[in-house]
Every structure is written in C-alpha cells, then in structure tokens.
C-alpha cells in the first residue's frame, strides 16, 4: 500500500472512530469561533442536533461566551480546562476539555474533546 493510500485509510479511520466515540464529545471550530462539525455524543452531550449547532458559535451556552478559555486556547497549541453550560432543558453541565489546533483542507480549525465531569 503507497503512502498516499494508508494516509487516506487512516483518515477514514481518524474520522469513524471520533464519530463513534463513547461518551467523549469532539468539536471542531473555525477561526470565527463558529462550530464546522461535531460528533454523535456532541449532540447528545449538549441537548441540540448537528443542523442546530453547527454554526453556532463557541461559547453561545456558557454565561460569558467563554470568553477567557477561548484566549487561552488561541495563545497556545493545546489547552486543557473545565467549565460548565447550561442545557437547553436547564440542566447544567460541568465538563473537562482539551482543545488543540488542527488544519482542515489546509485551513486553520481548532478541535475540542470534552467529557461530562460526573
């Protein structure tokens, strides 16, 4: 198998296996702070399907629009934290990320895993 050949197979791979991922959110963000794509449990996580949240903007759930932690994950490669959101049906939930920057189709995006604090 060529380079080019196992590079696309482990994209393939990369991609199903963060859309099936158990109970770990991913969400992928443009430089706009704009969602562009998340998984399954992103969904499930946050109450919303895919069609409502991408293109809302990072941070719209958080009381401040995560204003700080969204700083600090643009000053560095990689960021780990914790906040909270509140649901749409008024549950809060607490979560710990790691976000870090990525490239999409040679453009800048940042990626965020979360998980639910229980």
């Known amino acids: 198998m060529g380079d080019d050949t196992q590079r696309l197979l482990h994209l393939s791979l990369l991609g199903e296996a963060f859309e099936c991922l158990e109970g770990v959110a991913v ?4 430089e706009e702070r ?15 399907t895919r069609d409502e949240l991408v293109g809302m903007p ?3 759930l958080t009381p401040d629009g995560a204003v700080a932690e969204i700083e600090r994950v643009r000053a560095s490669a990689a960021v780990d934290g ?5 649901r749409r049906d008024g549950e809060v939930v ?7 920057h990525t490239r999409i189709a040679g453009l800048p995006h940042l990626v965020s895993v979360c998980r639910r604090v229980v």
Not at 82 to 86: D, K, L, P
């Open 94 to 100: 607490e979560l710990r990320w790691t976000t870090a």
């Open 58 to 60: 990072v941070g719209r």
């Open 27 to 30: 969400f992928v963000w443009n």
């Open 82 to 86: 914790s906040s909270t959101f509140t």
């Open 34 to 48: 704009n969602y562009v794509a998340v998984n399954d449990e992103a969904c499930r996580l946050v109450g919303l």
